[in-house]
């Protein structure tokens, strides 16, 4: 069975860092595309980044680029997102998702971030 | 960038009835649509891929069709647990991905 457990998250001031993890079980996490998601408070679904199946290759969203870093570590099953300069926009709930083939079929229950002064 | 925009926002209704939700991309996205449920507190939940294809475990009441720039979710006999928020998704620009803004199906 398919799990995908997050860590991290919490609050934070503007400017500042902090690290979302996501580790994966149940499947080969070294063969998917796994991507990020996120959602403000009562909003909608955001893309935030993507990271190819060997790390080699990351893909961000215009909101995030320059400011956060999504890698993984196949040899841990883990996917990282690191959030860097954050802003009071940034707050929200970030998703990992496991993609097998454009579509996400699993995701993370989800790690709260709150950027506030 | 293509956007995706449901319609309605917010559909009341009473259980055992049909429901359709409505996406229309700003871009042809050929059939490269997905769409997810969300209840509260949960993260989203892959209903169909392929703008057409139920997922794994999907109940037959959900069915998707269209293919270009109008798509749309069907609920046949609307179940007490199909109360919840909707999302469009696509991927014709993967692995970039783009949400509609959602559509919320609540009890009437």
């Known amino acids: 069975q398919v799990h995908l457990v997050q860590s991290g998250g919490g609050v934070v001031q503007p400017g500042r860092s902090l690290r979302l993890s996501c580790e994966a079980s149940?499947?080969?996490?070294?063969?998917?595309?796994m991507h990020w998601v996120r959602q403000a408070p009562d909003k909608g679904l955001e893309w935030v980044a993507a990271?190819?199946?060997?790390?080699?290759?990351?893909y961000y969203a215009d909101s995030v680029q320059g400011r956060f870093a999504i890698s993984r570590d196949n040899s841990e099953n883990t996917l990282f997102l690191q959030l860097n300069s954050l802003t009071f926009d940034d707050t929200a709930r970030y998703y990992c998702?496991?993609?097998?083939?454009?579509?996400?079929?699993?995701w993370g229950q989800g790690s709260l971030v709150s950027v506030s002064s | 960038e293509v956007v995706m925009t449901q319609s309605p926002g917010t559909l009341s209704v009473s259980p055992g009835e049909r429901v359709t939700l409505s996406c229309r991309a700003s871009?042809?996205?050929?059939?490269?649509v997905a769409w997810y449920q969300q209840r509260p507190g949960q993260p989203p939940r892959l209903l169909i891929y392929?703008?057409?294809n139920r997922a794994v475990g999907v109940p037959v009441r959900f069915s998707g069709s269209g293919s270009g720039t109008e798509f749309s979710l069907s609920i046949s006999d609307v179940q007490s647990e199909d109360f919840a928020l909707y999302y469009c998704?696509?991927?014709?620009?993967?692995?970039?991905?783009?949400f509609g803004q959602g559509s919320k199906v609540d009890t009437k």
């Open positions: 998704h696509h991927y014709n620009n993967w692995p970039r991905w783009t």
């Open positions: 871009q042809n996205v050929k059939n490269n």
């Open positions: 998702a496991k993609e097998p083939g454009g579509v996400s079929d699993n």
């Open positions: 990271v190819s199946r060997d790390g080699t290759k990351e």
């Open positions: 392929g703008a057409s």
């Open positions: 149940g499947f080969t996490f070294s063969t998917f595309v």
